[in-house]
């Protein structure tokens, strides 16, 4: 499908902006520079009679976003969640797509259930409710199981969604195949494999079984976290179309004056926020990539409840440690070790000179060390960031993007909450924590212990692997395989030997 016919969808897209007026509007928020402004104005002003219409009584925004479609509100949901970088009037009228969208019709969302279940839907619930709250994907409605009396939430794809999202995503790659040829420089950035990311992610989210698997596995991962609620999954009244979770009674993050009017502790919650994701992340490798106030709420008891598990972040062991000493660097001003930590990742390429990167990433950190929270401008440091990133070639790494995706929806969330939050400071207890676990001689060992366990599984073939090789290397026109059975005894206490090392260190560490 990625062929011309594309052009029309984008053109489409510049057009609605420029009908909406939400164009001039969005480069006036993110201070655009003044020409770039007018140049956006006189090349769409032309095609504006082609936008779509949208809903006259929406802000211009908000409008030309939810005309466009799920993949477009999906990035509006981001930008709703950052006044610090649009300004805090346009982020307030974006927070209508977090969960205020326009429903559709309850008997659509029963008939859904009952093909997806197999049962009507007066049979599998006592109760069930008009839309609770509707977003891109999905609408929830409030209902009661008819077997056990538990209140739950049931959430429904919307119709046709996969098919709406399979054009956005179509016009999506053809566009980001076309900057890369028509822009050679912006290759560093992969706007190929960044969409193509972004088509994983938003395919998962459209299978809810598989956010039902993530809410399992991400509510036994914190079922000892203080402050913290996840609802369970209900697996029999769940299927691709249709997941059912426990319903979580509590203010949704995005009315600030309601929590407030609660007596519930703004700062207290918005630090929650922050260092709950950053445990996540580090301790389990396992993070709610999707934060923004739409999907949380606060408990009468001050307790943050999660839900909305369509998008979820995993990195390996390895990354977390690199990303918790790049965070712990700047938390202790050492822009050196930050750098090193960059060149050892293959992050910046290795002909560039650590001694300059070092002194520009302490421009990027100084100012927001120097300055009080809420006087720091977001979007002239991800300016300078960017100018950081191509002046010494950094390439986008796909595998961190969700995570820096959801780094900056969660200060915004939980500066929205406590504006004077500074990231570092709150961030500094939970990567010293887990640097004090997981950086250093403790590690080592484990990582050592690790390796030998995985080597005593393979211990018995070692020895005749090696014979092979050895025969290879000196013979290499002779193709030598030991015969089977043959030298069992000493690569046998060998692995033996492995296996038990390795469960020794395992008991000590």
Request: proline share 6%; charged share 25%; glycine share 8%.
């Amino acid at each position: 499908m990625r062929g011309p016919h594309n052009i029309w969808r984008l053109i489409r897209t510049l057009a609605t902006l420029e009908r909406s007026g939400a164009a001039g509007v969005v480069l006036e928020a993110m201070e655009a520079p003044r020409a770039v402004r007018v140049a956006a104005r006189v090349m769409g002003w032309p095609f504006a009679w082609l936008g779509l219409k949208g809903d006259p009584a929406l802000p211009p925004v908000t409008r030309a976003i939810t005309a466009l479609g799920p993949a477009y509100i999906k990035f509006g949901q981001i930008l709703s969640t950052r006044p610090d970088i649009v300004g805090d009037e346009l982020a307030d009228q974006l927070k209508v797509l977090q969960d205020k969208l326009p429903p559709f019709p309850t008997a659509i969302a029963q008939a859904t259930i009952a093909e997806e279940i197999g049962a009507p839907v007066e049979t599998l619930f006592s109760e069930f409710s008009e839309p609770v709250a509707a977003a891109s994907i999905a609408q929830v409605h409030r209902a009661r199981r008819a077997d056990t009396g538990e209140d739950v939430a049931v959430k429904v794809l919307r119709p046709g969604i996969e098919r709406a999202f399979r054009k956005d995503i179509d016009a999506f790659y053809f566009a980001a195949r076309w900057i890369e040829i028509l822009a050679p420089f912006s290759r560093r950035l992969r706007p190929v494999d960044v969409i193509a990311h972004f088509e994983g992610v938003v395919l998962g989210e459209l299978d809810l079984r598989l956010e039902c698997a993530s809410a399992a596995e991400f509510a036994a991962n914190t079922e000892r976290d203080e402050g913290l609620v996840v609802p369970r999954p209900v697996w029999p009244l769940s299927g691709r179309r249709v997941l059912t979770i426990g319903w979580a009674e509590g203010i949704g993050l995005n009315e600030v004056a309601a929590i407030e009017a609660a007596g519930i502790d703004r700062v207290a919650l918005g630090h929650r926020v922050l260092t709950l994701f950053l445990r996540h992340a580090l301790r389990d490798g396992f993070f709610h990539a999707d934060m923004h106030q739409g999907n949380l709420k606060v408990a009468a008891d001050g307790s943050l409840i999660a839900y909305d598990f369509g998008i979820m972040g995993r990195i390996d062991e390895y990354t977390r440690r690199v990303y918790a000493e790049i965070l712990m660097g700047f938390i202790r001003k050492d822009y050196r070790r930050v750098a090193e930590v960059h060149f050892e990742a293959g992050y910046v390429p290795a002909d560039r000179d650590i001694d300059e990167f070092a002194r520009a990433l302490r421009a990027v950190g100084e100012p927001i060390f120097g300055m009080e929270a809420s006087r720091i401008s977001m979007a002239r440091l991800l300016a300078y960031l960017f100018e950081v990133t191509e002046r010494f070639g950094m390439e986008t790494r796909t595998e961190l993007i969700l995570l820096q995706r959801t780094m900056v929806v969660v200060e915004g969330v939980a500066r929205s909450l406590d504006p004077h939050l500074n990231m570092w400071q709150v961030a500094g207890p939970v990567v010293e924590d887990y640097i004090r676990s997981h950086v250093g001689p403790m590690a080592v060992m484990r990582d050592l212990a690790q390796t030998l366990r995985v080597l005593a599984r393979f211990g018995p073939k070692l020895p005749a692997l090696t014979e092979a090789a050895l025969i290879r290397a000196g013979n290499p026109d002779v193709s030598a395989r030991p015969a089977p059975g043959r030298g069992w005894f000493w690569p046998a206490i060998g692995g033996l030997a492995l296996f038990v090392l390795g469960l020794a260190l395992g008991e000590l560490l």
